[in-house]
Nanobody
Framework: EVQLVESGGGLVQAGGSLRLSCAASGLILEDYAIAWFRQAPGKEREGVSCFYRSDGSIYHADSVQGRFFISSDHAKPTVYLQMNSLKPDDTGVYYC?????????????????????????WGKGTLVNVSS
């Protein structure tokens, strides 16, 4: 059974930082791209970042480029989202998701990262609240 468990959300002031973690079980990161999506109140879920270990591809939405960084732990199936210079617009529930990906692949995250509807598995989400 595949499980994705997010942690690290919380309340932070604008300009602050948080690091989210997505602990995956039941899958290996060489076979799945892991993405972060977020949903603000009253808005649609949107792509934030994506990482696929097998082709090394990384995707960041324009709105977080240069502020958010995605990485993985090679010792365990965990993907991190380092979020710096947070803004009130970053507030929302952040979800970790996984999509089966081919090997070999080229820049897979550019195809998956922006599109939450393509996901195969979802975590339950963690709330990020950025105060002004």
């Amino acid at each position: 059974e595949v499980q994705l468990v997010e942690s690290g959300g919380g309340l932070v002031q604008a300009g602050g930082s948080l690091r989210l973690s997505c602990a995956a079980s039941g899958l290996i990161l060489e076979d799945y791209a892991i993405a972060w999506f977020r949903q603000a109140p009253g808005k649609e879920r949107e792509g934030v970042s994506c990482f696929y270990r097998s082709d090394g591809s990384i995707y960041h939405a324009d709105s977080v480029q240069g502020r958010f960084f995605i990485s993985s732990d090679h010792a365990k199936p965990t993907v991190y989202l380092q979020m710096n210079s947070l803004k009130p617009d970053d507030t929302g529930v952040y979800y970790c998701a996984a999509k089966a990906a081919p090997r070999p692949a080229v820049n897979f995250c550019s195809l998956y990262g922006p599109y939450p509807g393509h996901s195969d598995f979802w975590g339950k989400g963690t709330l990020v609240n950025v105060s002004s």
